[in-house]
């Protein structure tokens, strides 16, 4: 009886530690340069000003000239680029305003607005993509922006985020 | 007798009114309407029998009339004719220089008729895709594939020329005709 107990006793402590470590850890958003896909959503478990990166790097240390995001060709598409907070603020911008927050993005609100709700994402979802790729550029380093391109052609825009870094 | 007589100037007074005003009303809209159907060919790669490609603002509203959406930035701008829920055609500018010029164009009307394919719109995608190799021997740069959208690419030989196709979730197919950079 002694010894089941013990037993008993000892496989609590065993799975004790881990189950409850494994309910307290909330997520973050680590370090990744790999997976680099541009996304429409951010994952289920993101939650925005909730997680955060697991080891942020500092914000770049520049001065702001404008909230209007960089264009860029990327390959044979156009694309838009911004530092972590900017995009932060691009994001509030769509949590107010699907509708017109695309002007500071890819310089063109209806467009931004067509592509976005076309595919069934509210001004929070796009919001909430948009701080999930801005807390992955803070995880990878501080020369990762946030950007979002549209197919070769320039068309069609499809409302997908991702990171890269500088060269 | 007096009004029998006064009748038939007042019903011309009023058509010429009604036609007056129905001149006003209609001719706005018949400017900002696409051309019936776009006739392209991506031999040549002509719009309506113009080149699109490389040209001014100017020049394509010359060619298609007068967009129904004009959006202009500093380094980009984008002419729209059609619905804004269904563009039949796009032209998009980047800036070269101090001129804005086209460098592409996304045409979505199905009724789009090209010189050798006919209604390439109206093809199955990959039926689309096997004509531009074999009729205007193109070479496939991208095959066509649905992941979050369906799209192929061919690049015309010789030229700076790619041309795209596909859709967007349920959205008609478009074909997209673009320079290399």
């Known amino acids: ?167 | 007798m007096r009004i029998q007589r006064l009748r038939p100037e007042l019903i011309d007074v009023r058509l010429g009114v009604v036609a007056v005003v129905l001149a006003f009303a209609v001719s706005p809209a018949s400017a900002a309407a696409p051309p019936a159907v776009l006739q392209l060919d991506l031999k040549v790669q002509t719009l309506g029998g113009r080149a699109i490609l490389g040209q001014t603002p100017r020049a394509v509203v010359a060619a298609l009339g007068r967009p129904a959406l004009r959006t202009q930035g500093l380094r980009r701008a984008r002419l729209s004719y059609g619905r804004e829920d269904h563009w039949a055609a796009i032209v998009l500018f980047r800036r070269e220089g101090s001129v804005l010029r086209s460098w592409s164009v996304v045409l979505g009307d199905r009724r789009l008729r090209e010189a050798t394919l006919g209604f390439a719109l109206q093809l199955p995608p990959l039926r689309l895709q096997s004509r531009l190799v074999s009729e205007l021997g193109m070479r496939i740069v991208k095959p066509y594939r649905c992941r979050a959208i369906c799209r192929g690419d061919v690049v015309v030989p010789g030229a700076r020329v790619r041309v795209g196709f596909g859709r967007v979730a349920t959205e008609p197919p478009y074909l997209v005709l673009y320079e290399a950079r």
């Open chain 1, 1 to 167: 009886m002694k010894i089941a107990r013990l037993v008993i006793v000892s496989l609590a402590l065993c799975v004790w530690p881990a189950s409850a470590h494994g309910a307290a850890a909330a997520p973050c958003v680590a370090k990744d340069t790999q997976n680099l896909t541009p996304t429409t959503t951010a994952p289920s478990w993101y939650v925005p000003g909730v997680t955060r990166p697991c080891a942020a790097s500092s914000d770049p240390i520049v001065t702001p000239q404008t909230a209007y995001w960089t264009y860029f060709k990327y390959g044979w598409s156009d694309a838009w680029r911004t530092v972590p907070y900017n995009a932060d603020y691009s994001a509030r911008d769509c949590e107010v305003s699907l509708r017109t927050c695309g002007q500071y993005i890819i310089g063109d609100a209806s467009w931004f607005w067509y592509a976005c709700s076309g595919r069934g994402l509210s001004g929070y979802d796009v919001a909430r993509n948009i701080r999930y790729w801005a807390d992955r550029a803070r995880a990878n380093g501080s020369n990762w922006r946030v950007y979002t391109k549209t197919e070769a052609g320039g068309y069609p825009y499809g409302c997908a985020f991702s990171v890269y870094a500088l060269s």
